[in-house]
């Protein structure tokens, strides 16, 4: 099974606002190295940017397979995720864009979950 992994958002430290909602969101690989222990899965990177890093060097006993140097655009990383089974990822724009591709996704939300989600609200 191929599983691709985003940890982060973009931080936007210029931003305040911004930044502190990146901060209740971003996570490390680190925190997905559990999911390593599961037989028969390979993980791939869909993490760009600063917290990309961390796929070069990921958790002890976790690989992760990453040819994000490839992406350029989101076109791309569609075709990426088209590649996979599933996408395990926090709230980004790749778990809106695997959901319009129909492909499998978990997400990982927020305590305060963003507006998209419908929470704090009475719907009956």
């Known amino acids: 099974m191929k599983v691709g ?6 931080p936007r430290k210029e931003d ?3 930044n502190s ?9 680190g925190v997905f190295a ?22 070069k060097a990921p958790p002890p006993g976790m690989e ?7 992406i350029r655009d989101f076109a791309d990383t569609a075709a990426f ?5 599933l996408v395990v990822t926090v709230d980004t724009s ?7 591709l129909g492909k499998p996704v978990w997400v ?3 305590f305060d979950a963003c507006w998209c989600w419908l929470g704090h609200r009475n719907t009956w």
């Open 81 to 85: 995720i088209d590649e996979l089974d």
């Open 21 to 29: 909602v990146d901060r209740r969101r971003s996570l490390t690989l």
């Open 94 to 100: 790749v778990c809106h864009l695997a959901g319009g």
């Open 64 to 70: 992760v397979i990453d040819w994000t140097s490839h």
């Open 108 to 110: 990982r939300s927020r």
């Open 5 to 10: 992994l985003v940890w982060a958002g973009e």
């Open 34 to 55: 559990p999911l390593a222990a599961i037989p028969g899965v390979a993980f791939h990177s869909l993490q760009i940017g600063e917290a990309g890093v961390q796929a």
């Open 16 to 18: 305040f606002k911004a």
